[in-house]
């Protein structure tokens, strides 16, 4: 197999890139989006976001606004993002037991959105 320079892996990304956008673009352009309400749909007391927000939903609407909206978003970020600086520093076992408290946490405030949004039914 010949080998193939950075500069041609490059183009390739950036035409695979831009494929991909004309892709998500017309697709975005085919489906109506299903933003709004009905008069069948429940009468819902605060708006909730995509499922995939949902613990960071619950932290904004349960704890106060400098601590759900700033500090623990924070933290949570900047503990996956220096990931890679912490294991490095700590060593593996460190690095694999603070990404699991992360995985955990996130996990767990999964759990308590899903477990409030079907509460009721």
């Not at 695979?16 to 489906?31: K, P, S, T």
């Amino acid at each position: 197999m010949p080998r193939v320079s950075i500069k041609q892996l490059l183009e390739r990304e950036k035409i695979a890139g831009i494929v991909f956008l004309a892709f998500c673009l017309a697709l975005a352009l085919f489906f109506p989006p299903s933003v709004g309400t009905s008069n069948q749909a429940p009468y819902v007391s605060h708006a909730v976001a995509p499922w995939i927000f949902g613990p960071f939903q619950v932290m904004l609407l349960y704890l106060p606004p400098w601590a759900g909206a700033l500090l623990i978003p924070i933290i949570l970020f900047a503990g996956i993002g220096g990931l890679p600086w912490i294991v490095r520093y700590l060593g593996v076992k460190w690095g694999q037991g603070i990404f699991a408290a992360i995985v955990s946490f996130v996990s767990f405030l999964l759990v308590c959105f899903i477990v409030k949004e079907f509460w009721w039914i």
